[in-house]
Structure formats: C-alpha cells, structure tokens
C-alpha cells in the first residue's frame, strides 16, 4: 500500500437532514438518516468527512445499497459516492487495464467491455451495485470473481484523509470476503478501481447452471462471452427477483464451507446434496445455503409483509412495508433453523445496518 496524491478540498457540499433512505436501499425499507450528502468528486468527499468530524457523527458510505439492511435509522451522516469516469490504458495487444470511479454502475460496466470486444467479466452480468463495493464484496457468480481480474483500487483513508493505493496482493480476498470487510468498516472509503481485460475471450463455462443454460440455447459449444453473459443474465432473471417490483437485495446468506467429513455425513442422511469443491480450501467443499433453507421449509415462507422468494430460499423479499428490524429477525430465525438442524452457520452476504 502506498500513498498518493492528496486532494485539495474546495467549499460546496450539498447536505440533507433528516433524511429519507427508502430509494436508496434495494430493500426499500422506510428508514431515514440524520444527515445525507452525495459527492462526486474528491474535493466534496473531504468536505463530507470534515463536517461529520466537526460533528461528531457517524459516517456510512452508500452506493446503489443493493447488499445493504437497515434495520434501523441510521444516527448519522449517509455519504453517497457518485463518483464516476472510465479510462483505460493498453498494456500490449491483448490485455488493457481500464479504471473506473467507484460510483459507477457495475452492469453497466460489464455491458460497456463487451461493446468494445474487452473480456473477461461477463459471468458477473446484471450483478447490482457499483464498482466501488465490488471489492469490498469481493462479488463472484459463475465461476468468477472480480478478484480474477482485479488490479487496483484507490481509497480515501477517512481519518488521515490521505489517498491509498490497494493492490490484489493488499485486498486480501476470499469468499465474498477482502481486507475492507475483515477490518474495522467504513476507515476506507474506496474511490475508483482498476481491472484488466483481454481482447480475447477465455469464457468460463464449468459452473453446472450456466452450462445448462448454454446447452439449452444450443450455444455451449466455444461460447461468445456474449453468450454467456446472455445466458448469466437469464439465469439470473428467472431466480432473483426485480428489486423494483419486489424489494430484495439477492443472496442474503453466503453458501457455507464445510468440511468433507460433514458433508459425507449430510449425504447419508439426505439425497442428493449439492456441493463444489473449495480448490483453495483442501478438504473443504461448498453446500448452497439455499440447501440447506429449503430442507428447512423457508422456501416461499411468508410472515407479515416480509418473506422468501418462491423461486430461490437464499432471498428474502419484502412484500410492502416491512421494516428492516422485521426482515433482520426472519433472517435470524432462518440462520437458528438451519443450525439447530444441520449444526451450520450461516453468515449473511448482506451487510447489517
């Protein structure tokens, strides 16, 4: 990690009290915070985190809050990043690196390389959110990871107010999991990130429900990455929910790691248990947390205005007016369900406000 150059702050910050979260949150739920500003530049940024300072509040860093609950208001100043550019730099014939802000919409992103024939984030195709929360995330889905083609990110360190340098190396990745999730939240605040592409494609077709989906369209023979992203978002279409039509914020629960030796055993009790092999984890595989909640019985469970998706147990849905404090204790109840019965944890993908 290194530093680099410091911003120089300017006088203009737009700030709102008292205000209404409830189109800032895929969960729609009716929360409000203290103070909301959104900034899309440097300069703005620092400002925001003067003023929280000189008033001893609390700061949380918003993008699209698509992996976000709240299950209360939120006591303190809400920083919307809206921080936006895409460059990119060719480093030979076939690879270019492209940075981008970190309030830029990552779907959007992934639309924009296929357009310019630049491969290799394609499986992450309709993924909701910004780029800037994507390697906080460490998001992934068929088979790939943005660690895969990450190269760096910039952030600002809030109580130094210096600007960081992160390499691969630096993040730390894991399962849905990095260093700005391991340590203490909201230190960083991430600015723009840099990824590399190829010009030419190297589709990852292995993740069964992706190769199904291609072989029913006829095409999993030497796919285009545009194909596959095809197929990626139409998988993702039939099992997630439209936030905008059905509030949700996708998985809300990781799909736990457990070990070979509990995994043999939930196979002599139950059929056909899914799992993937873990290739960083030796002895240890992957069971679907949705698994696990439709043995359960959550799947398509209702209570009050808060329930699960029919189509996928992973994702809870607020049917209208559910508070965050009534989606948190459905979740919790899942979590105890699943552990009582299976003896496993389930952690939540989604972050807890």
Not at 201 to 219: C, F, H, W
Request: proline share 5%; hydrophobic share 40%.
């Amino acid at each position: 990690m290194r530093s680099v150059t410091e911003p120089v702050k300017l006088s203009h910050m737009n700030l709102i009290r008292n205000f209404d979260l409830i189109k800032h949150n895929s969960f729609a739920v009716n929360c409000k915070a203290a103070a909301f500003c959104e900034v899309a530049d440097l300069n703005s940024l620092l400002q925001a985190l003067d003023y929280a300072n000189e008033k001893n509040m609390p700061v949380l860093v918003l993008g699209d809050g698509s992996n976000m609950l709240f299950s209360e208001d939120y006591h303190g100043l809400v920083i919307h990043i809206s921080l936006s550019g895409m460059s990119s730099v060719e480093q030979d014939a076939d690879v270019v690196q492209v940075q981008l802000g970190a309030g830029e919409n990552w779907h959007r992103f992934v639309m924009q390389s296929l357009d310019q024939k630049l491969y290799g984030v394609e499986n992450l195709a309709l993924i909701p959110g910004t780029v800037g929360a994507a390697p906080i995330q460490n998001i992934g889905a068929y088979g790939v990871e943005i660690s895969d083609v990450f190269v760096s990110l910039e952030a600002l360190e809030i109580n130094s107010g210096e600007m960081c340098k992160f390499n691969r190396e630096d993040c730390l990745f894991g399962y849905r999991d990095s260093i700005f999730k391991k340590g203490a939240p909201g230190e960083l605040i991430v600015t723009s990130v840099t990824m590399q592409l190829s010009r030419t494609p190297q589709t990852r077709t292995e993740y069964q429900s992706l190769a199904e989906e291609l072989d029913k369209r006829k095409s999993l023979d030497k796919p285009t990455p545009r194909q596959v992203a095809a197929a990626v978002m139409a998988i993702r279409k039939r099992k997630l929910p439209d936030p905008g039509f059905l509030p949700n914020c996708g998985s809300f629960f990781k799909n736990p790691v457990i070990s070979n030796e509990a995994y043999q055993e939930l196979c002599a009790s139950f059929n056909s248990v899914p799992a993937y092999p873990e290739p960083d984890v030796p002895h240890m595989v992957k069971v679907p947390a949705a698994w696990f909640l439709e043995q359960a019985g959550w799947k398509g469970r209702r209570e009050g205005a808060c329930g699960v998706h029919t189509e996928h147990a992973v994702v809870l849905v607020n049917h209208g007016g559910a508070s965050g404090s009534e989606l948190l204790k459905l979740a919790r109840d899942m979590r105890k369900s699943v552990l009582d019965r299976f003896g496993v944890r389930l952690e939540p993908e989604v972050r807890i406000i």
